[in-house]
């Protein structure tokens, strides 16, 4: 049985699914450096064990994506966060810091928190409800971060390709 993550408010929507394609092709490297990168550029990236490169083996994709752009990466991606755990995060000093010296915000979670949806059996009530708190978290760490920086501050909230399939990783 396959089961691909995805947020739920993203299903059925091909804007948005185009939208994260293009930004996680982007991230791959496969457009060119944008046409101007600020000095002192900085990528900060919050999320869960995905951009966190846990378990891949491989240099995790923000840090991929900030030597593209010859900036600093500060990954405080960690595994096994739910958008809950990302929101409570900003609360802390070095969360803080970072999005201060950003020049733009990779976010990428719900991973998580629609996992333990699935495993708990209770169908699409669950995936429902796992998708609203996504949502709700999400949308308060945005505020949260616009509050310190502003609307002009670049944020990237992307979502994930079937990185999961009949269970393994």
């Known amino acids: ?15 948005r699914r185009a939208a994260t394609v293009a930004a996680v092709a982007a991230l791959a490297g496969c457009t060119g450096p944008p046409a101007t990168v600020p000095a002192a550029a900085t990528v900060v990236t919050f ?18 994506y900030a030597r593209r ?13 739910t958008a809950a755990g990302m929101r409570a995060q900003l609360d802390t000093p070095q969360a803080a810091d970072a999005v201060r ?12 928190d ?30 949260r971060i616009r509050a310190w920086r502003g609307a002009g501050l670049p944020v990237i909230v992307l979502g994930y390709w079937n990185v999961v399939e009949d269970g393994e990783v």
Not at 1 to 15: S, T
Not at 101 to 112: F, K, T, Y
């Open 47 to 64: 999320g869960d064990s995905v951009p966190a490169g846990t378990s891949c083996g491989c240099t995790a994709f923000p840090e991929l």
């Open 101 to 112: 010296r950003a020049s733009v915000v990779l976010i990428m979670i719900g991973a998580n």
């Open 1 to 15: 049985r396959r089961r691909v993550l995805l947020w739920a408010y993203a299903r059925g929507d091909v804007i």
């Open 69 to 81: 752009i010859a900036a600093e990466s500060i990954d405080l991606a960690r595994p096994g966060l």
């Open 114 to 143: 629609l996992a333990a949806a699935f495993e708990s059996g209770r169908g699409g009530a669950a995936y429902a409800s796992a998708a609203a708190s996504v949502r709700r978290d999400v949308g308060a760490s945005l505020s």
